[in-house]
């Protein structure tokens, strides 16, 4: 247990997923925990649902910063044509992992691949995804490389296209929490630069500056934590 809290405090800004990752896959689990629990991936994709503005199943779709696939399966089994990509490359080797015990039919499964890619560098092709999801990785991004994030993603949609996104918003109800992370109250950076709590109007401008139209927006409240915040966004 101590050598895995080591390597998650070892963990600075995006590019030291990594090692987190080797630790919890150290540990036998199968992708990225918080706080001991997986995200709830289905109530993610209800969410997604109720906004009644996805497009059908056999889009085309980028799960950007996939982690150990879960939601990329998920889509996947819904009939969608799905491309997990993660900067982290022990995180891939856990989405084929759970890819291939998922039991998807084989006319399913072949529509799903997993990529090493950088969000922040995309080596994929522009206009080419008719939605993006991209669940808990925006709160990942600080600074400049937050717009950076969403330029990429406006680069990568098709015109029409749409990107569904899930993150931390505001600052931790918790205090305990508070004083653990020790957040810079003005910058909403934590010390160890893992995450960035941005303001609900923060993150709906970032959108609106990356030429995206936000069509849908939702908050989760976390009486335990920091709250949710889910945003669609359209590409005209």
Not at 106 to 121: C, E, M, P, V
Not at 137 to 159: E, Q, S
Request: net charge positive; glycine share 8%.
């Amino acid at each position: 247990m101590r050598k895995l809290e080591t390597l998650l405090q070892q963990r600075k800004i995006y590019y030291d997923h990594e090692p987190a990752f080797r630790a919890l896959k150290e540990k036998g689990k199968t992708g990225w925990r918080s706080g001991g629990q997986a995200a709830n991936w289905a109530g993610c994709w209800k969410l997604f649902q109720a906004s009644e503005c996805l497009p059908k199943p056999q889009a085309r779709v980028l799960d950007f910063g996939c982690g150990g696939g879960e939601f990329s399966i998920l889509l996947a089994r819904q009939g969608y044509r799905v491309v997990g990509t993660d900067y982290s490359p022990t995180a891939i080797a856990m989405a084929q992992a759970n890819a291939r015990k998922s039991k998807i039919p084989k006319s399913k499964i072949q529509n799903l691949k997993f990529l090493r890619q950088d969000a922040l560098r995309p080596q994929l092709r522009p206009a080419s995804f008719e939605l993006i999801v991209s669940l808990f990785v925006l709160h990942c991004f600080i600074g400049k490389d937050r717009m950076v994030y969403w330029r990429n993603v406006r680069k990568l949609l098709k015109k029409g296209g749409l990107v569904a996104l899930t993150s931390m918003v505001d600052l931790p109800n918790n205090q305990k929490m508070l004083r653990q992370l020790k957040i810079n109250q003005r910058t909403r950076v934590d010390l160890n630069r893992t995450r960035c709590f941005a303001s609900e109007e923060k993150i709906l401008a970032e959108a609106k500056a990356a030429g995206l139209e936000v069509i849908f927006h939702a908050r989760q409240k976390d009486p335990d934590g920091a709250d949710g915040l889910t945003v669609i966004a359209r590409k005209n």
